[in-house]
């Protein structure tokens, strides 16, 4: 699948750190008006520190999740289904900015959900980003598409169990983000 986006080649071992790397890498030498102020951030994925870890004030007892997706009804709706939950939402309409935002404390959030096909830049290499910075994060996907086999079979770090098929029922929805986060 990445291959058909355009973006690597997928050989039988994909290692998440170097991919992401090289998605990183290549969206970097991107032509400035598809990334706005991206280019002026330097990410080295061992300098953050463990204080980094420390989420906001605000939700130090409720699990943060991210939410990115170019549609903002279905943010609407997600903050809306989490928020009741009993969760810390902040949504991203723009993919940069939820990057950018990631790259300022990878350690923030416990869980990240991403939509699969947005402009410029995708959930998948959205997700290889995050993952290139910190591979400890947990990370959703959730989409129209019905593309849970071959997102398994080229990222072995993806369990189709990590994909929510849209539109989203509450119930499953809240329930899979719980069994991702394990509460």
Known sequence: MLKVLGWLE????????????????????????????????HIDSNSFSESSNTLHEASTQNPSIM???????????????????????RTFEEPFTALTEFTSNPRLYD?????????????????????????????????????????????????SREIIKK???RENFIKTVRIALGV
């Open 10 to 41: 997928v050989g039988s071992e994909v290692s998440i750190t170097e991919t992401g790397m090289n998605v990183m890498k290549r969206l970097l030498n991107q032509p400035s008006s598809d990334i706005q102020n991206i280019s002026s951030y």
């Open 67 to 89: 939410v990115v997706d170019d549609e903002p009804d279905v943010l609407l709706t997600y903050e809306s289904f989490l928020s009741i939950a009993g969760f810390n939402v």
């Open 111 to 159: 869980l990240i959900i991403l939509d699969i096909r947005m402009e410029n830049l995708n959930g998948l290499q959205l997700y290889q980003c995050m993952k290139a910075i910190n591979p400890t994060s947990k990370i959703l996907f959730a989409s129209a598409l019905d593309a849970a086999k071959e997102l398994t079979s080229i990222l072995p770090d993806i369990q």
């Open 167 to 169: 539109p989203v029922d």
